[in-house]
């Protein structure tokens, strides 16, 4: 194709493809690429947000004696009922949130679970709030369904917690709705109850919904984790998105729900009848192992998680100008790097490039992220260790020279 003729082609397109901002964790695996074909060197790569573990076996044959057997066909929209139920099930056992099986509509990942119930909650002249540092295809989800996103920086003084006064200060007629994620990408904060019930019944009175985004529900280390739904005055008004994608190691399944008000879930798995029809139904099938299935797995995945954090933690606290707030749950650690030159996308490039550490810039994650580096622990001991090690060298001949 001539450049003219591209050109001509992108001109084309609709308006909706052009406001969307590339993501900068996308940014730096692609440079992490570009540096690993043109030197030998080893690079350690903390910037994905995904385990390093296997699917858990017992999932794996699950789903292939299933696909054998002749799960292989269009499910319901919604998801097959045996797997609805469990969902149901877990999350009454494990966070508390208490959904009859027809809240729940299994969707294409938590992904698709976001993006549908944007489209099914928000549209033109409508607003949706996210606090930030945030996880960045929210934004990018608001803005394909046409409404506008209205982020809110919340204070990294507190560690980034959830200030609810900074929050409902922003929820206004126009909100359609606000999104909580607990666990936080990238901060690893885990919100206070009290905060979260208080922006809960903000939106309530402006009839916003809250969707909680809870997919690193079952990842908490201090503390046990209840999902939002299961302690807020009046829960009509809140959507929980869950996913296996975390918890068992799937991320790869494309495996996540939507549990919340009836026609909210009716609303966001008609629209997924036009956009996927249904999620894969050997993945389907592979979900429902890892729900019914022995649970260990997820323990000794959390455990392995746990050591990391405190390893990270402490080796952090030991390095001069940078620190990082001891992260909650979720396998990501941010990193203070706001003392060194540059923004943060400078410095994660810097890196990179000289010291073959691939980390997310913080201004990813929106301007309340600036000054940052998330760094994922989803990596083995090792590795962490290693890339540590490097960080440290790093921050010490930008400090010292
Ligand atoms: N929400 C958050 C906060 C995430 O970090 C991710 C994955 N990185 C998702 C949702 C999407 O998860 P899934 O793989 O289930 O689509």
């Known amino acids: 194709m001539s450049d003219a003729s591209q050109q001509a082609a992108s001109a084309r397109l609709a308006d909706r493809t052009r406001s969307l901002e590339r993501s900068k964790i996308r940014v730096m695996f692609g440079l992490a690429e570009e540096a690993r074909r043109e ?3 080893e690079l350690v790569r903390l910037e994905v947000g995904e385990p390093d573990f296997d699917t858990p076996d017992h999932i794996v044959d699950a ?27 877990t999350m009454a056992r494990e966070s508390g949130v208490e959904y009859a099986p027809e809240q729940v509509t299994v969707t294409t990942g938590a ?3 976001l993006s549908l119930s944007m489209m099914a909650l928000a549209g033109p002249g409508d607003e ?12 990018n989800q608001v803005q394909l369904a046409g409404a506008t996103p209205v982020t809110v920086p919340l204070p990294a003084d507190s560690g980034f917690d959830l200030d609810p006064e900074r929050v409902t200060d922003r929820i206004g ?17 885990v919100y206070d109850e009290d905060d979260v019930a208080e922006v809960v019944a903000a939106a309530a009175a402006h009839d916003a919904y809250v969707v909680a985004d809870e997919v690193y529900g079952r990842l908490t280390y201090d503390r046990e984790f209840r999902g939002a739904a299961s302690y807020v005055e009046s829960p009509e008004n809140v959507l929980t998105v869950g996913s296996c994608s975390k918890t068992y190691a799937m991320t790869g399944w494309r495996l996540g729900w939507l549990a919340g008000p009836q026609p909210v879930v009716d609303a966001v798995s008609h629209i997924g009848e036009s956009t996927t029809a249904c999620p894969s139904s050997v993945s389907q099938q592979a979900a429902l192992a890892a729900f019914t299935g022995p649970q260990e797995p997820v323990a000794e995945m959390k455990a392995a998680f746990a050591e990391r954090r405190d390893f990270v933690v402490e080796r952090v606290a030991e390095m001069p100008v940078v620190s990082c707030p001891r992260p ?3 396998f990501y650690a941010f990193l203070d790097v706001s003392d060194l030159p540059g923004g ?6 810097r890196l990179l490039s000289d010291y073959g550490v691939v980390t997310a810039p913080g201004d990813g994650f929106g301007d309340a992220g600036e000054g940052y580096l998330r760094i994922s622990f989803a990596n083995s001991l090792d590795r962490i260790e290693e890339g540590l090690d490097r960080i440290e060298a790093f921050v010490r001949d930008e400090t010292e020279s």
Do not use: C, Q
Request: cysteine-free; hydrophobic content about 40%; aromatic content about 6%.
């Open 39 to 41: 030197s030998d060197r």
């Open 63 to 89: 789903a292939a004696d299933a696909a054998r057997e002749g799960a292989t066909r269009y499910t319901e929209n919604a998801g097959i009922p045996p797997l609805r139920e469990a969902i149901a099930e």
């Open 111 to 113: 992904m698709e679970a």
């Open 128 to 139: 949706v709030v996210v606090p930030t540092p945030a996880w960045p295809n929210y934004v």
């Open 173 to 189: 007629d126009d909100t359609a709705a606000v999104i909580l994620t607990s666990p936080s990408n990238p901060t690893g904060r």
């Open 328 to 330: 909650e749950g979720a």
């Open 344 to 349: 943060s996308f400078d410095v994660a490039k």
